[in-house]
Nanobody, 122 residues
Framework: VQLQACGGGLVQAGGSLRLSCAAS????????MGWFRQAPGKEREFVAA????????SYADSVKGRFTISRDSAKNTVYLQMNSLKPEDTAVYYC????????????????WGQGTQVTVSS
């Protein structure tokens, strides 16, 4: 699976962005999809994930109620809608894939896309 993320940019605090991650290859519907982020000087952290059929989602406490993950099987794409953005959301955001079920442990994700920068100004 190859992953291509896009949609990052510069936004003011309180604003919104939508990230997209397009997956190439077969069997998109057999992969859980996730978003992670890494801020300067910090470790990469889990943000959100959706399981293989879209029936289960999981979010980091820091983004609950503000971010929404979704997937479109017809387009082989996963989205991260980010609302009410805060300066502390500034990071490089990465999408990832793993078989079927969600796991928050980063090392359990098999495929990674390139990052997309999100910068939130105060």
């Amino acid at each position: 699976v190859q992953l291509q993320a896009c949609g990052g940019g510069l936004v003011q605090a309180g604003g919104s962005l939508r990230l997209s991650c397009a997956a190439s290859g077969r069997q998109f519907n057999t992969y859980a999809m996730g978003w992670f982020r890494q801020a300067p000087g910090k470790e990469r952290e889990f943000v959100a994930a959706v399981n293989y059929n879209g029936g289960t989602t999981s979010y980091a406490d820091s983004v609950k109620g503000r971010f929404t993950i979704s997937r479109d099987s017809a387009k082989n794409t996963v989205y991260l809608q980010m609302n009410s953005l805060k300066p502390e959301d500034t990071a490089v955001y990465y999408c990832a894939a793993r078989p079927y079920i969600i796991m928050v442990v980063i090392s359990r994700w098999d495929y990674w896309g390139q990052g997309t920068q999100v910068t939130v100004s105060s």
